[in-house]
């Protein structure tokens, strides 16, 4: 089964005047939709836009895997675990807030900011919090904790990516276009795969993708 959702259908969030946009493609905060709570291991796809000096203040994470992709600008990222990270385009970070773990995400930079935030449920919980990023990543990123892995596809015009078969696939449009079997998607549009497999995604223009390949979290826990 493949369901589409449009850059347009997303959730608006966020606080516009403090100079905040979010777009939610999952249920979230006062979007509550029951029929649209999780996909996979995801509970959350945010499309983050932070105007220069703004900022989401200190506020509490728990028993949840934090991806952070970001697109555009510098995220200054603190933690109360001790952590103080600017994260740049290209960089992957990593927050696992475990038992629970407070931080901040600001916009200390001169120009926008554009990241892409998703939250997935870990496998188990409690435990310490724990922190990294990495700079650079190439095209893979395993998160054993949510049995789950990260693939950042940039094909090129005219070329050909494999969508991995999965039980859960989840396809985020980040710059550029893909086709995928008659769907042409755009910047912030996404793709929500189960049960599928040996499709691919055409570039209909140099595209930067992200794809998470996930495992039926009931099959993991059984």
Same mark, same amino acid.
């Given at each position: 089964m493949i369901r589409i959702q449009r850059a347009g259908e997303r959730y608006p969030g966020g606080d516009p005047a403090a100079g905040i946009e979010?777009?939610?493609? #999952?249920?979230?905060?006062?979007?509550y939709d029951p029929?649209? #709570?999780?996909f996979g291991a995801l509970l959350a796809v945010n499309e983050e836009? #932070?105007?220069?000096?703004?900022?989401?203040?200190?506020?509490?994470?728990?028993?949840?895997?934090?991806?952070?992709?970001?697109?555009?600008?510098? $995220?200054?990222?603190?933690?109360?675990?001790?952590?103080?990270?600017?994260v740049r385009p290209g960089d992957l970070q990593r927050l696992s807030s475990a038992g629970g773990v407070r931080?901040?995400?600001?916009?200390d930079g001169p120009a926008p900011l554009v990241f892409v935030q998703m939250w997935l449920a870990p496998l188990t919980s409690g435990g310490d919090p724990s922190y990294e990023v990495v700079r650079g $990543?190439?095209?893979?990123?395993?998160?054993?904790?949510?049995?789950?892995?990260?693939?950042?596809?940039?094909?090129?015009?005219?070329?050909?990516?494999?969508?991995?078969?999965?039980?859960?696939?989840?396809?985020?449009?980040?710059?550029?276009?893909?086709?995928?079997?008659?769907?042409?998607?755009?910047?912030?549009?996404a793709a929500r795969?189960?049960?599928?497999?040996? $499709?691919? #995604?055409?570039a209909t223009a140099d595209a930067e993708v992200l794809v998470w390949e996930m495992r039926d979290w009931r099959k993991a826990l059984g």
């Open positions: 979010t777009r939610h493609a #999952l249920s979230f905060g006062p979007h029929d649209n #709570l999780r836009r #932070l105007a220069p000096g703004a900022g989401f203040d200190e506020h509490p994470h728990s028993h949840t895997e934090i991806v952070t992709w970001v697109v555009e600008g510098e $995220l200054t990222h603190r933690d109360t675990a001790g952590h103080t990270t600017t931080h901040v995400e600001r916009n $990543l190439g095209d893979t990123y395993a998160l054993p904790a949510a049995d789950a892995v990260l693939h950042v596809r940039r094909p090129k015009a005219g070329e050909r990516t494999p969508v991995p078969a999965a039980d859960f696939a989840y396809v985020h449009v980040v710059r550029g276009g893909v086709r995928l079997g008659a769907e042409e998607l755009a910047p912030g549009d795969l189960t049960g599928t497999g040996g $499709l691919e #995604l055409t």
